[in-house]
């Protein structure tokens, strides 16, 4: 307990670093939505182009009232519901390509819903996946020798790829599963000859979902060499990189970007960071960085001073899954990593990335707010100081049942006691009529006691019958 009471002011510090920090980059992120988004509607729509800074401000609501109740009990809620939450996130990743439930945008099929407002089952898988796993790791009883011991794992890993791959086709997402899941393991204890089979699988898998599709390879040909096809797959990367350049060092001025107007496709998305380096620009691209390594710096502090192994294996999953997802879309955007889709973390418009995504970070919270969970694995990897109470049975108290009784030992014969000999005086041996004269002699005082004896009964009885004349007398008298 001593040692619980001394982690807890950190364990605020850290509650409250990470709360501010997502605070930051949702304002960040609903100023630079509406300076990427206005002009292209100011331009095209004539309207005031606020309308997608309304919506990232209806789902960012969304998403705070998750941080607020996940925050108070969601690793508990999270724990009992993984299994269901697991199964549920795979059959909506499966239902985009039904007719009338899935909605299809730029040929791809990510979206549940109706009209503007569309849910992506991707986003809900990705945490799922990392809550599976960190049950599993967390509640595994023997060590980890072979492949096979992680059978179940891998086998549910592979269905969620090929499912967000092939059927979404969404490779963006896919790698920062993949990233996300390799974390967890990396953390639960995975032995380290594991990385060189599950790696040659796993670039094995991308060369084969690469080779797929065509726009794909066209993609990754023009990352090779760049300016191959300005006009056609590497159009948005390249005017990303001229709005970046165009900014410089110290950017052009809030609200002044040309790029964004008509020439940056889906600046409001996933090219936002394209946006912030015309108008910040080095300056700000930096200050977005190290606040997504703060980020990342608070999460880890609260995987390790946490109690509990589930509680830092999920902590760890949920801050990779962040920091991935934001370190590739730096990479994409600054031409380090092929095109991919993948949304900046709390910056880009995207309403079921940015719910999503604060519901994950009110889980980070309730780890942070020391929230017990029950352990029903190993123990954790941070040993407890105190043993917990037992609790008192409710209701009256059974009757105590009497201890059974000993029998009695056998007592012991007592010790027999020596027998006394009379103290008797030897007699000394006298002549014979010296004995004579001594046996006249007793018998002649014998004889004199006995006679002194009756004179004294005899007076005794005359003096009582005068006594008793004399009593008599008065009684009479009076």
Not at 77 to 85: A, D, E, G, Q
Not at 333 to 346: A, C, K, Y
Not at 351 to 370: K, Y
Request: with cysteine.
């Amino acid at each position: 307990m001593k040692r619980a009471a001394a982690r807890a002011p950190e364990l605020k510090r850290e509650y409250e670093r990470l709360l501010g920090l997502v605070l930051t980059l949702c304002v960040l992120g609903a100023i630079w939505v509406y300076s990427a988004s206005s002009s292209e509607q100011i331009l095209k729509n004539g309207s005031n182009g606020t309308t997608f800074l309304v919506r990232y401000v209806m789902f960012a609501a969304v998403g705070f009232a998750l941080l607020a109740l996940f925050s108070r009990a969601g690793v508990a809620i999270v724990r009992r519901l993984t299994m269901p939450l697991l199964v549920v996130s795979i059959v909506l990743c499966m239902a985009v390509v039904l007719p009338g439930i899935g909605v299809q945008v730029n040929g791809a099929n990510r979206w549940l819903g109706a009209g503007s407002f569309t849910f992506q089952p991707s986003e809900l898988v990705k945490f799922a996946l990392v809550a599976f796993l960190a049950l599993r790791m967390a509640t595994r009883t023997t060590p980890m020798r072979t492949l096979g011991d992680l059978r179940i794992e891998l086998v549910v890993i592979v269905v969620i790829v090929a499912l967000v791959a092939l059927v979404q086709r969404d490779l963006g997402t896919t790698i920062v599963i993949v990233g996300a899941a390799v974390c967890v393991l990396i953390m639960g204890g995975m032995p380290a000859r594991f990385f060189l089979p599950i790696g040659v699988a796993g670039g094995f898998l991308l060369t084969v979902m690469v080779a797929m599709h065509p726009y794909r390879i066209a993609r990754l040909a023009s990352f090779l060499a760049p300016g191959s096809d300005d006009a056609g797959t590497g159009y948005q990367a390249l005017q990303g990189q001229l709005a970046i350049g165009t900014g410089g060092l110290d950017g052009t001025g809030l609200g002044t970007s040309v790029q964004k107007a008509d020439w940056l496709p889906e600046a409001h998305t996933d090219f936002i960071l394209a946006v912030v380096g015309e108008e910040l620009g080095a300056i700000g691209i930096i200050m977005l960085l190290v606040l997504y390594g703060a980020i990342a710096y608070t999460g880890l502090k609260i995987a390790d001073k946490t109690e509990g192994r589930y509680q830092k294996l999920m902590a760890v999953g949920i801050t990779a899954v962040i920091i991935t997802q934001a370190m590739l879309n730096v990479w994409v955007v600054l031409g380090i990593f092929p095109l991919t889709g993948v949304p900046l973390p709390f910056i880009s418009y995207g309403g079921t990335s940015l719910a999503v995504l604060l519901g994950a970070v009110g889980l980070l919270l309730n780890i942070a707010r020391g929230t017990p969970v029950l352990e029903r694995g190993p123990a954790p990897l941070a040993a407890v100081d105190a043993d917990p109470q037992p609790p008192r049975p409710r209701g009256r108290a059974p009757r105590s049942t009497p201890a059974p009784r000993r029998a009695p030992a056998p007592r012991k014969a007592p010790a027999p006691r020596p027998r006394r000999t009379p103290n008797v005086r030897p007699v000394p041996s006298l002549g014979l009529a010296t004995a004579r004269a001594e046996a006249e002699r007793l018998s002649r005082t014998s004889r004199s006691a006995g006679d002194d004896a009756q004179d004294v009964r005899d007076r005794s009885r005359r003096d009582g019958g005068a006594r008793g004349a004399r009593a008599g007398g008065r009684r009479r008298a009076s």
